[in-house]
Structure formats: structure tokens, C-alpha cells
């Protein structure tokens, strides 16, 4: 009996099925390299249609800069690796476009049979992380130069990541990773209360904060601290 795997149709129908509501682009190539399935965000950002994109080679549809890049990696995913690359293009001078791409091969015993890949537009998150590395290096000179010191908490893991003035200040080693939490959890319970509902009020309501606190350090040292803090 012939495996399902092994027929194009049924392979491209169960796979198209599979990658049609995700919302990276998402393709599938047999093992020729030819399409055979496309998620709506892939038509979309290639401007074609589904009868356009079925039944092309991938790399006639892919950006000419990018095709030998793609051409090598779909390659390695048809020998049976996973492919990950990222793609960077130059939209003009200051504006570049980066895309991480991920090729998976699908396997019918030990036969590739076609490539699943998905690509991330990655370039907001890039652009973000850059935009917060000078941030925080403006940051670190300015401390140094007036002597307080810097933080930032993502909302999400509550990590705090200090300039080096600020670690100075609390007793923090260079590499030590602290979250909120055990900060707070080492302060009298005045401190205690005033910095949560200030965070707080900062994370669910929007609203900066600016207060002046006893703060016990990671030494057990004290000191008193102007603690200010505004939503990004």
C-alpha cells in the first residue's frame, strides 16, 4: 500500500490544511522544490494568487537577493536537516527588513518527501531591542556622570535590568539576575506596599510614579533612594 506521504495531492491537501490559519507566512515545497501548499499571509505578502504560487518552483517567487541564501538552505532541509536563516534586506538607506526563516523537512521513512517552511517578520522586535540597547547605554553614562542610576522591568517577566550605577547602589553583583519580587520581598513593609502599588498603578493604569524610599540592599545595607518610574 502506498503511502499517503507519497501522494502529492493528499500530502499537499493535509499540509495546506495544516498551515492555513497561521499567521507567519507558511509554504510547503515537495521534493522537487516545487509548491504545493501556501497560507493566505504567504499570498498576501507575495502579491499572488493560489493558482499563481501552486505548481512554481519556490525560488521563482522568493526576492532575487535573497534566492541563493534560500536556495542553499531549502538544499540542506531536502537532505534531511532543519533550516533556520535569517534574510536582511535593505528597503533604502536607514530601513532594513529581517526575516527569520525555518525550513523542516517531512519525512516518509528515511525519504524527504517536501519541506514545511515558515517565515517571521522579525524586524519590529530587532528594531525594539535596538532602540532599548542605546537606551540603556545613554543611560549608563548618564548615570555615571550624575550618580543615580537606571532601571527597566518587563511587564511580562518582571526582571529588572539595571545600569551599573544602580547596582552599585542596591548591591547588586554585575551578572546577578533579580526579579521584582525578591526585591521587594527583602524591604520593610513600608517600602514594601508604597513600591508595589506604585508598579502597579504603573502596569494596569498607566500612571508614573516618582517616591523617595528606605531601601534595604542586597548587603543589608540601607539607603534612601528617589525611586522613579512611567510606562513604555
Known amino acids: 500500500m502506498t503511502s499517503p506521504l507519497r501522494d502529492a495531492t493528499a500530502l499537499s491537501v ?41 505548481g512554481q518552483h519556490f525560488l521563482d517567487i522568493i526576492h532575487g537577493e535573497d534566492r541563493a541564501i534560500t536556495g542553499e538552505h531549502l538544499s540542506r532541509a531536502l537532505r534531511g536537516e532543519v533550516a533556520a536563516f535569517r534574510v536582511v534586506r535593505a528597503l533604502h538607506e536607514e530601513t532594513q527588513y529581517v526575516t527569520d526563516v525555518t525550513l523542516h523537512p517531512v519525512r516518509d521513512g528515511d525519504d524527504v518527501v517536501a519541506v514545511l517552511g515558515t ?14 540597547e542605546s537606551a540603556e547605554e545613554l543611560l549608563q553614562i548618564a548615570g555615571r556622570m550624575a550618580g543615580f542610576g537606571g532601571w527597566s522591568m518587563d ?21 546577578a ?13 513600608r517600602t514594601r506596599d508604597a513600591l508595589r502599588g506604585a508598579v ?23 539607603v534612601i533612594a528617589r525611586i522613579l518610574g512611567r510606562p513604555e
Not at 511580562?156 to 535590568?161: A, E, Q
Not at 526585591?183 to 520593610?188: E, I, V
Open 14 to 54: 493535509v499540509l495546506d490544511s495544516a498551515i492555513a490559519d497561521l499567521a507567519d507566512v507558511a509554504f510547503v515545497v515537495d521534493a522537487e522544490g516545487t509548491v504545493i501548499a501556501a497560507n493566505k499571509t504567504l499570498l498576501a505578502r507575495s502579491g499572488l494568487s493560489r493558482q499563481q504560487a501552486i
Open 119 to 132: 517565515a517571521r517578520d522579525v524586524t519590529e522586535a530587532i528594531t525594539v531591542a535596538r532602540e532599548r
Open 155 to 175: 511587564a511580562v517577566d518582571r526582571v529588572l535590568r539595571l545600569s551599573d550605577e544602580a547596582r552599585t547602589i542596591l548591591a547588586i553583583a554585575p551578572e
Open 177 to 189: 539576575e533579580i526579579v521584582l519580587g525578591e526585591l521587594l520581598d527583602a524591604q520593610p513593609s
Open 200 to 222: 502597579r498603578g504603573c502596569l494596569e493604569e498607566g500612571r508614573g510614579f516618582d517616591l523617595q524610599l528606605d531601601i534595604v540592599t542586597s548587603s543589608g545595607g540601607s
